[in-house]
Antibody, heavy 121, light 107 residues
């Protein structure tokens, strides 16, 4: 079955970086893009950006430009999201989610289980 | 950015009640709208895509309608397992944006 499995929880200090992985299975990786969505404690959903599984093209949310990098490894069907210069307000659950196709402008049909990132001194 | 205004932010209803949630976009998004259900501690799950299409495997008591700027999500007969927060999301333009969510509780 189609599945996205994310890496485990992380605790980081302010100013550090975090890299979260999302391994896809059960479908042809290069035919779909992956978005990253985060959710701060008790808050709503925030789209962070998107990466193409076909050619690695990316689109990032403007507020995260310069701090976020998304990459894809087609040999392992894994996408990565790195967030740098972490602040306390980056504390959130981070989700990867497959788009309906290989376009950034898409709904999302399959979601990972989420990775909790805690930023605390 | 396209703003998605969802209402109400929370509601309490009895089992068997009809529940309606609305979502208004700040500009025309055609029918490029999804509805998601999120249970506590879980990832969101898509219920409705393209505003009115039921995702495979989703019970028929869930439905969606609307186009342009005004959208409605309905649970025809609320069940105990429907306790969750529901979100709308537009995919007409980047950045993708979500409504603020509607928390549904049992009265």
């Amino acid at each position: 079955q189609v599945q996205l499995v994310q890496s485990g929880a992380e605790v980081k200090k302010p100013g550090a970086s975090v890299k979260v992985s999302c391994k896809a299975s059960g479908y042809t990786f290069t035919r779909y893009g992956i978005s990253w969505v985060r959710q701060a404690p008790g808050q709503g959903l925030e789209w962070m950006g998107w990466i193409s599984g076909y050619n690695g093209n990316t689109n990032y949310a403007q507020k995260l430009q310069g701090r976020v990098t998304m990459t894809a490894d087609t040999s392992t069907s894994t996408v990565y999201m790195e967030l740098r210069s972490l602040r306390s307000d980056d504390t959130a659950v981070y989700y990867c989610a497959r788009g309906y196709g290989d376009s950034s402008v898409n709904g999302m049909d399959v979601w990972g289980q989420g990775t909790t990132v805690t930023v605390s001194s | 950015d396209i703003q998605m205004t969802q209402s109400p932010s929370s509601l309490s209803a009895s089992v068997g009640d009809r529940v309606t949630i609305t979502c208004q976009a700040s500009q025309d998004i055609n029918n490029y709208l999804n509805w998601y259900q999120q249970k506590p501690g879980k990832a969101p799950k898509v219920l409705i895509y393209d505003a009115s299409n039921l995702e495979t495997g989703v019970p028929s008591r869930f439905s969606g309608s609307g186009s342009g700027t005004d959208f409605t999500f309905t649970i025809i007969s609320l069940q105990p397992e429907d306790i969750a927060t529901y979100y709308c999301q537009q995919y007409d333009n980047l950045p993708l944006t979500f409504g603020g969510g509607t928390k549904v509780e049992i009265k």
